[in-house]
């Protein structure tokens, strides 16, 4: 019988701390295993060309289940 995937991806809300996070991972049963900040760009056209520019980041936990 295969494993069931049990790997989940918990992103900082914009008005929440890690530590509130973290709290909500720990009551969903799951425990961190790393953490990565994640750029996020703005999208706009600048002479006809499409271009990016980064406007912030978001901090992603990916957890386990206990």
Known sequence: MPKKNSKKRYEVGEKETIGQCLDRMKKDGYVPVRRA?????KEYVEDG???????GRTIVFHAVKQ
């Open 49 to 55: 060309e499409k271009k990016f520019e980064p406007v």
């Open 37 to 41: 900040e994640e750029p996020i760009f």
